[in-house]
């Protein structure tokens, strides 16, 4: 493993986003191969996510990884933890922006996902080392989070959530937030509802994103751009060939996505992907038992 090295203001590979704050870090401790980059979305949300909130993360993540988008969390339990993986899986970049020392495992189950973040990306923090996880450093690491990014994108989030903190300060600075919304019922989806209600957009598809951050386009392989042009509308046609590939080969009964993927001779990765982007549209929904149907 590569020893952490301290990045200044001066450095040729400083984030220069970091300078539209008013009190940017003085500097950062740097552990891994790919520092931050652009272009960058954040993924934030709730640590005590459901499953479906967790597959969503992960699956924003890993169309923005196979767009060539770094992505950007706090390596938290739940959203942040499924963002980073979702990234990773799809051979992407993605940054953890840490509120204690770089020498520190915070929480500590995250062992393993830490060495995998440092093999495809970085740790970064302005916390000296051995500083441990205090309350106080999550909000100064949120402002971290926010400037990097292009936009912030809140996964589930309850009224009192830290990722709120997240998303507040984006929108100070100037950038795109965009929440997915939940069921009126459910707890962790209260505090991406209020963004929504309060004027966020929501987010449905990465087509949503796209339309929010125009310069993100440009960062994008035209064939990846035509798979997320997904728009509402009525039937399949809506959506890209790709995706419409994914809903014909369902036919009309509940299926394992390893079917889907045999039939058509595509990865599970990139299977998931699709069944992400087609859920999060609301052209799919997950089944008990790992099934997949379409609603649409």
Known sequence: MSEPRWLEPSAPDWPERLDHLASPPAGLWQLGSIGPQQPCVAIVGSRRATFGGVEIASSIARDL???????????ALGIDAAAHNGALEAGGSTVAVLGCGIDICY??????????????GSLITEEPAGTPPFKYNFPKRNRIIAALAQAVVVVEATERSGALSTARWAADLGREVLAVPGSIRARQSSGTNLLIRDGVRPFLSLADLLDAVPELQTAIPHTTLDFVQARPGGGIERFSPPLREILARMGTQPVYPDQVGATLGLSPALVASRLGALELAGAVMSLPGGLVARTV
């Open 65 to 75: 990884a196979a767009a060539g988008i770094q992505v950007v969390s706090g390596m």
């Open 107 to 120: 929480p500590s189950r995250h062992a393993e996902l830490r060495r995998r973040i440092i093999a495809g």
